[in-house]
Every structure is written in structure tokens, then in C-alpha cells.
């Protein structure tokens, strides 16, 4: 019988000093190929295959939502589309808001969803010395300690508007987006973005397949809209580098 395919193993010739040195520079970097092949072939099965997908909301000041996918599936197509209709008007209005495909990998760890699930071993894996030293090493931040996690999907309608990760009492320091979507298309919208005082788009990254993109908190940024003729969703795991 063959022998499984590591989950989540790095690639052990990453070049740490070049990528700490544009962190240094910009405050934000990108490492291609953050797994070894065989890794993310694993992970991109688990998101693709594995995942129950639910969805998570917020419009303006209201209190963000999320919805298992057992729960998702259970609602009518009206209530589901009055969910992104809520956001998509707050988000017109000038105000936070986000619509996406998720499932909340450290409440589904911590509430046992599904005992021995790949992304519960996932989160272990990003709370493992290996990962955190790698982060640390590339942001020169050694008071790191700690990382939440949740996988997104960002289907055709999604999208989370401009904001700077900054909630004080939680610790955030470094934000994480691993990429694990193939081939993805200019034209599909789901980049990346980051932006100036002037709202000026200071850069812009695609969301290339097994990159992971660091960047400091805070640092204004937003995911842009994907149109309703992108073919694919773009599956990522999300989440903050903490200090506490």
C-alpha cells in the first residue's frame, strides 16, 4: 500500500535571508513554494475534496456571522443570496464588509467538528516550531508565538473590503494568506491588494498556488471582488502571527 502524502512539510531550501530582507524593506513578502510538491498536492486535495464549506459574513457594524456547511446547504437559495446582498450593500455604502466561502479551522479544532480532520493537523502544523521559526526568521519578529488559522474560499460574489487587521488586544503581528488555488487568471478578480493613504494600490499580488504572503499589522489591504464568470474559487488558509 502506498504511503501517504505529507501534509504539510516545508520546503527545506527556502531562501530565508533574501526573503527577510524584502520584508525588511516592505513590510510584506511572498515565499513561492512555501511546501515541498508533495505537500501541497496533499493540502490542495484537503481544501478541494475534504472541506465542508460553510460561509462567513459581515455588513458594516453588525456583529460578523458564519454558517457551517450543513447549515449553509439547509437554508434557501433567497436567504442565502439575502446574506451577500446585506454585504455587497453595506460594502457599497463605504462600510467593512466581506462575504466568503469558510470553515473556522481553530473553532472546528477546539469544539471537535471532526476529530483527526487533515486542517485540524493543519493548525498543528502552523503552531509547530518549524513554521513559527521560518516566520520569525523572515519578519524578525522573535515575539511571535502562536497562529490562528481558517481556510477561505472566495467563489464567484465574494469579496472583503479595505481594512488593516488591527484589534489590539489580540496580539496580531504578522498577517498569513497561503494560496493554494492553481492557474488563477488576472480577470478572476481574488488579488490581493494593498494600498497607500492615498488609496493609491501600492501592490498587488496574485494568488499564486502554494505562496504564502506574509505583511505587518497594520497594513491597509482588502481581497478584490470576484466576477461572476470566474470559473474556480480560490481556496486559501488565512490567519495572524500573534505575540499573546
Do not use: C
Amino acid at each position: 500500500m502506498a504511503e501517504p502524502r505529507p501534509l504539510f512539510d516545508l520546503d527545506p531550501v527556502l531562501p530565508r535571508a533574501e526573503l527577510g530582507a524584502r520584508f525588511a524593506r516592505d513590510g510584506r513578502v511572498q515565499v513561492v513554494d512555501l511546501l515541498t510538491a508533495e505537500s501541497a498536492e496533499s493540502l490542495h486535495d484537503v481544501l478541494d475534496r475534504q472541506t465542508d464549506w460553510g460561509i462567513g459574513w459581515q455588513a458594516g457594524r453588525q456583529t460578523p456571522g458564519g454558517l457551517r456547511g450543513a447549515q449553509l446547504r439547509a437554508m434557501t437559495p433567497a436567504a442565502r443570496g439575502a446574506l451577500s446582498q446585506q454585504a455587497a450593500a453595506a460594502a457599497g455604502a463605504g462600510d467593512f464588509a466581506f462575504v466568503y466561502g469558510r470553515y473556522p479551522i481553530v473553532d472546528a479544532y477546539l469544539q471537535g467538528w471532526d476529530p483527526g480532520h487533515p486542517l485540524d493537523l493543519v493548525l498543528e502544523y502552523i503552531n509547530a516550531e518549524p513554521m513559527l521559526e521560518l516566520v520569525r526568521q523572515v519578519t524578525g519578529d522573535g515575539s511571535l508565538i502562536k497562529a490562528d488559522a481558517q481556510a477561505t474560499l472566495f467563489a464567484p460574489g465574494h469579496f472583503l473590503t479595505t481594512h488593516d487587521d488591527s484589534v489590539d488586544a489580540e496580539g496580531r503581528r504578522i498577517a498569513y494568506v497561503l494560496n493554494m488555488s492553481r492557474d488563477w487568471r488576472p480577470d478572476w478578480g481574488g488579488y490581493l491588494l494593498f494600498y497607500d493613504e492615498n488609496d493609491d494600490i501600492l501592490a498587488g499580488v496574485r494568488p499564486r498556488f502554494n505562496t504564502l504572503n506574509l505583511f505587518r499589522v497594520p497594513m491597509r489591504h482588502n481581497v478584490s471582488y470576484v466576477p461572476p464568470f470566474a470559473p474556480v474559487g480560490r481556496y486559501a488558509i488565512t490567519g495572524w502571527f500573534r505575540d499573546r
